[in-house]
């Protein structure tokens, strides 16, 4: 039974709308999921809101409820999604092109899919140069723009009859911007959508747009969006809560896997490089210098967070750490990742890692796209607002205050996540201590 008084969520009730800047690999196979599951004809792999379960009290009181009975989550059936892209296709055409999922599956979820198309998009060449397409929006300021967004947010309501709703960015890499002048205050923000401030990306756009609108925003990719004070004043203003950065699907994952291992027993790395090669638009956007720098920045940081060479200068000050990416057209979405870790042991004696997975691109994010949803409108229900770090567990960059450093950490991160849950439903917190059992 709860111990302490819980946060007060409001029920789950009515549809719950999902809205997708970028309707491409990703957005497709977690659409393609939704019916997929909705028809019994696929499981929900890889879902924690789904499969996940939760220990409550001490180990002795055998209660681990699932933790989508523990939380008052929306359902999948309840999910209604809408979404932007810059090219005309259809879900279903796109699922296609995208070439993730098989020709039978899709074909029984044909119609569902092909009813879904894509609205105008917000676009700038300059933040993803290596694709081109006609389904954008053309005239206007990026005010405009953003006024453009809001209102297919309001007649995607009005269409649909949808109760709350939530954004989750799904597209292409913008290339990697430091914060400017535009980005310090909510009114300097606005300001510069006016002025059509060449530092306004489009992800911005869309992030402003769905704040001003009362949606929570969840930002997918490793580029500049509400990871600075003006979205998050506005985030602050209207009570929304905002997480990110960057899904944490493939070769990072394996990395925040393995460092806290080797930290844990206290073996030193000398050198971490790590490479993929992947072939669907993902790759291509990243085969830009641009998008790949901010793909490089996110995909670096938390190996050194995780191993923190300041606090062991003799395993891990001078790590050589490099990060490459390869577009390989033949792979498609099947994206393989190497790994080589050079570790030194006892009296300096080295050793070696080598990984090699071969992994599916959409497949690993797709389920992270439908526990961020379901997670933040849970958020949104209980009135948390702002940074959300307890979903730290699904980001490569996750934001975090500034005063602290992010928690790169998969086990810490995921503690993190279900003692915020046990929080919002009055349990204890689990400490792991254990000392209870043997007194």
């Given at each position: 039974?709860?111990?302490?008084?819980?946060?007060?969520?409001?029920?789950?009730?009515?549809?719950?709308?999902?809205?997708?800047?970028?309707?491409?690999?990703?957005?497709?196979?977690?659409?393609?999921?939704?019916?997929?599951?909705?028809?019994?004809?696929?499981?929900?792999?890889?879902?924690?809101?789904?499969?996940?379960?939760?220990?409550?009290?001490?180990?002795?009181?055998?209660?681990?409820?699932?933790?989508?009975?523990?939380?008052?989550?929306?359902?999948?059936?309840?999910?209604?999604?809408?979404?932007?892209?810059?090219?005309?296709?259809?879900?279903?055409?796109?699922?296609?092109?995208?070439?993730?999922?098989?020709?039978?599956?899709?074909?029984?979820?044909?119609?569902?899919?092909?009813?879904?198309?894509?609205?105008?998009?917000?676009?700038?060449?300059?933040?993803?140069?290596?694709?081109?397409?006609?389904?954008?929006?053309?005239?206007?300021?990026?005010?405009?723009?953003?006024?453009?967004?809001?209102?297919?947010?309001?007649?995607?309501?009005?269409?649909?009859?949808?109760?709350?709703?939530?954004?989750?960015?799904?597209?292409?890499?913008?290339?990697?911007?430091?914060?400017?002048?535009?980005?310090?205050?909510?009114?300097?923000?606005?300001?510069?959508?006016?002025?059509?401030?060449?530092?306004?990306?489009?992800?911005?756009?869309?992030?402003?747009?769905?704040?001003?609108?009362?949606?929570?925003?969840?930002?997918?990719?490793?580029?500049?969006?509400?990871?600075?004070?003006?979205?998050?004043?506005?985030?602050?203003?209207?009570?929304?809560?905002?997480?990110?950065?960057?899904?944490?699907?493939?070769?990072?994952?394996?990395?925040?896997?393995?460092?806290?291992?080797?930290?844990?027993?206290?073996?030193?790395?000398?050198?971490?490089?790590?490479?993929?090669?992947?072939?669907?638009?993902?790759?291509?956007?990243?085969?830009?210098p641009g998008s790949f720098r901010s793909k490089e920045v996110s995909k670096s940081s938390a190996l050194e967070y995780i191993l923190q060479g300041e606090l062991y200068p003799d395993l891990y000050k001078d790590v050589y750490h490099k990060v490459r990416i390869e577009y390989y057209p033949p792979r498609g979405d099947a994206k393989e990742g190497w790994d080589n870790i050079d570790i030194f042991g006892w009296l300096g004696y080295p050793m070696q890692i080598k990984i090699n997975f071969l992994c599916r691109d959409s497949i690993l994010a797709a389920?992270?796209?439908?526990?961020?949803?379901?997670?933040?409108?849970?958020?949104?229900?209980?009135?948390?607002?702002?940074?959300?770090?307890?979903?730290?567990?699904?980001?490569?960059?996750?934001?975090?205050?500034?005063?602290?450093?992010?928690?790169?950490?998969?086990?810490?991160?995921?503690?993190?996540?279900?003692?915020?849950?046990?929080?919002?439903?009055?349990?204890?917190?689990?400490?792991?201590?254990?000392?209870?059992?043997?007194?």
């Amino acid at each position: 039974m709860p111990t302490q008084d819980s946060v007060q969520i409001a029920p789950a009730e009515g549809k719950l709308g999902v809205l997708i800047p970028g309707m491409g690999a990703v957005t497709t196979t977690f659409i393609a999921g939704l019916e997929a599951i909705r028809r019994g004809i696929g499981k929900p792999i890889g879902s924690l809101t789904q499969l996940g379960t939760i220990r409550l009290g001490k180990r002795t009181e055998g209660r681990s409820p699932a933790i989508r009975n523990f939380v008052p989550l929306a359902k999948p059936e309840d999910l209604v999604v809408a979404g932007w892209d810059i090219f005309e296709d259809n879900a279903y055409q796109a699922a296609v092109k995208a070439g993730v999922l098989e020709m039978p599956l899709l074909e029984q979820l044909k119609e569902p899919l092909a009813a879904i198309r894509p609205m105008k998009a917000v676009f700038d060449q300059d933040y993803v140069k290596r694709l081109h397409g006609p389904n954008v929006k053309t005239e206007g300021s990026k005010r405009d723009y953003a006024e453009m967004v809001m209102d297919d947010i309001r007649q995607f309501q009005k269409r649909t009859g949808v109760a709350r709703m939530v954004m989750i960015w799904c597209g292409s890499t913008e290339v990697f911007h430091e914060p400017a002048a535009v980005h310090a205050t909510l009114a300097d923000f606005e300001c510069g959508l006016q002025k059509n401030d060449p530092e306004i990306s489009p992800s911005q756009i869309y992030a402003y747009a769905a704040l001003k609108a009362g949606v929570p925003y969840a930002n997918g990719a490793p580029h500049l969006t509400t990871d600075m004070p003006a979205l998050l004043e506005l985030a602050r203003n209207m009570n929304l809560p905002v997480c990110g950065k960057d899904y944490k699907s493939g070769q990072t994952f394996m990395k925040t896997l393995i460092a806290p291992g080797l930290k844990s027993r206290l073996l030193g790395v000398s050198g971490w490089f790590s490479t993929n090669i992947l072939g669907n638009r993902d790759g291509e956007v990243l085969d830009d210098p641009g998008s790949f720098r901010s793909k490089e920045v996110s995909k670096s940081s938390a190996l050194e967070y995780i191993l923190q060479g300041e606090l062991y200068p003799d395993l891990y000050k001078d790590v050589y750490h490099k990060v490459r990416i390869e577009y390989y057209p033949p792979r498609g979405d099947a994206k393989e990742g190497w790994d080589n870790i050079d570790i030194f042991g006892w009296l300096g004696y080295p050793m070696q890692i080598k990984i090699n997975f071969l992994c599916r691109d959409s497949i690993l994010a797709a389920p992270l796209v439908l526990d961020l949803v379901l997670f933040l409108d849970l958020a949104q229900r209980a009135g948390m607002r702002g940074v959300q770090e307890w979903l730290s567990f699904y980001f490569k960059a996750p934001m975090h205050a500034p005063e602290v450093y992010p928690e790169h950490d998969v086990f810490i991160q995921l503690m993190k996540l279900k003692n915020t849950l046990r929080w919002m439903r009055g349990e204890d917190l689990i400490t792991h201590l254990g000392l209870e059992y043997y007194d």
